[in-house]
């Protein structure tokens, strides 16, 4: 077994065994926070900005695909994991000497936080960094988690509103409608932009060929997540939640949106460059190029490998443009000498994978190979 293989299957061990470990505590915590139909009803309103987000999220990751299960593990590693040593960490804090409420809601929870939140991304990082190929990949895997905490946390804060025990009102149905209001649909993305700054740090430290910056990349989106977050909690204590969320949390969150539009964009250039330079050294046709970087044209050649070669020509088609995508993106690595330590391996798994189905691969105006 390959390093690298090893690596993924111990990632997904430990990650797989802490979230199981967790939910358990976890969903006895929200069972124990009201009425089991109180907590259904605040889970179904707190399940309606997910779908919307994790699609924003989808939407970018477009050009390299992250995997649907490495993305699942993400959420589920913020909504069980996170959230369970976020509420243990702030319990001790809540113990000590010196921590009052503003305190602890101000600091302490951002700190504990976006620090259980992103662990998830370090582990990545270690163990699966063959995933992460530059800053996008990094907001991408932050914002999955920080939909999963975000959901978990938006229960409690749910029932705690209908209870009254949130210490802003009597409760009731009015506090319940102003908090959804306030958390799943005026502010749906909160959670996962404190954590995209720790993510824009991970994408920084894999894509840098500084020794210092790979150390510090990641500390310093930590601390830019951790002072978000701050800002955001202490505008809610000291009464400034309205103007710190019109002239700071908006712009910041539009930069931030635009800068990951951006990149999105520059993925699209930087796999078309990849993919040329490594036509002309004849890892990849370069007739194949319009179905493998244009989004439209993969689209396109999908379709027509459906309608031409039924279901088996489309699994090739995907799956040869799956193993094309990766190829280039490691190639820009190479070309950039950021390249992993196993990329030679890698780079002839990629090669294998594409050579096992092309001959099954149908882009349009070829000869259908089978049916």
Known sequence: MSRTRRDGLAFTVIVVCVVALCAIPMALIIAAS?????????????????????????WLDRYEPEPRSLLAMGVAWGAFAATLAALFVQGIGGLAPGFDDATQVTWFAPISEEATKGIFLLLLMWWRRHELDGLLDGIVYAGMVGVGFAFTENILYLAAAYNGTDGFGPGGVEALTGTFIMRCLASPFAHPLFTAFTGVGVGIAVSSRSGFVRFVAPIAGYVAAVAAHATWNGSAVNGTFIGIYLTLMVPVFLLVAGF???????????LDSALREAATRGLVPATDLPWIVDLRGRKAARRYASQTGGKRARAATEEYQQAAIELGFLHHRYLRGTAPADFAVRGREYMSRMQAVRPSVVFPGQVVPIR
Do not use: D, H
């Open 34 to 58: 009201g009425a089991p139909t109180l907590m259904l009803s605040a889970a179904l309103l707190a399940a309606v900005p997910v779908g919307p987000v994790i699609g924003a999220y989808l």
């Open 260 to 270: 990951a539009f951006w990149q999105r964009r520059a993925e699209r250039r930087m």
